[in-house]
């Protein structure tokens, strides 16, 4: 069990490990305003709802707690969070720089590989590639009973011209230090209210760190 709770903690690491955080220079930003910026549309990532009960059978377990996960966002109607982090990020940056939505506004991609996304935003003068790594609830190897939330966030910005990378940075929240951890019905009452707030509570987090570390807007 405790290899597959760290398994699953570490795919926010791993992000983070790939990514380094590096701003768009001022000196790129000044020619901003009336660039294009077109904004990536991904598959939705997996929620992993980690009980103990599953966690013991190992990688099926692992393939169970995605599959409860997911029902449980499709059940309470929880949003995808990395569109709505997109369109903040966007919008911070058409007040700062003045740019503009491209026309398309969204690009369909379930790639990683720069050249082959800026080759699909073509057009465009910016691509801004917001990746959700997942997100999760898990319990703790010491207490069962009680549950942490992670989420964990990648954005890239490519030029679409050159078709090179020109900032990126990743962005994790945890609830791991919670003094009060919830309880798996706690999460899950009342339409996963309390599940939600948390969730939108850790975007609203990631969307302020990266319109800085990516964005450069303080």
């Keep these: ?43 939705r990532a997996d929620f992993v709802a980690m009980t103990a009960g599953k966690a013991a059978f190992a990688l099926i377990g692992a393939a169970a707690m995605i599959s409860a996960g997911n029902s449980i966002v499709e059940k309470n109607g929880i949003e995808d969070p990395a569109p709505i982090l997109g369109d903040n990020l966007l919008s911070d940056a058409q007040a700062q720089y003045g740019v503009v939505a491209a026309v398309p506004a969204h690009v369909a991609i379930n790639t990683t590989d720069v050249a082959t996304m800026a080759h699909a935003a073509h057009g465009a003068d910016l691509l801004l590639d917001v990746q959700s790594m997942g997100s999760q609830f898990r319990y703790f190897p010491t ?17 679409v011209r050159t078709g090179s990378l020109i900032a990126e940075g990743f962005c994790h929240q945890t609830t791991q230090k919670d003094p009060s951890p919830p309880t798996k019905d706690e999460l899950l009452a009342d339409g996963a209210a309390r599940l939600k707030l948390i969730l939108t509570s850790q975007r609203e987090a990631c969307s302020q760190q990266l319109k800085k570390d990516v964005l450069s807007i303080t």
Excluded at 10 to 39: M, P, Q, Y
Excluded at 145 to 158: E, M, P, Q, T
Aim: one cysteine or more; glycine letters at 4%; hydrophobic letters at 45%.
């Design 143 to 159: 207490d069962w009973s009680h549950y942490a939330v992670d989420s964990g966030f990648k954005v890239r910005l490519i030029d």
């Design 1 to 43: 069990m405790r290899v597959v709770l760290s398994a699953l903690v570490a795919v926010f690491l791993i992000g983070c490990v790939s990514t380094r955080n590096a701003a768009v220079s001022d000196e790129r930003t000044r020619d901003w305003h009336g660039k294009t910026v077109a904004l990536t549309t991904r598959p």
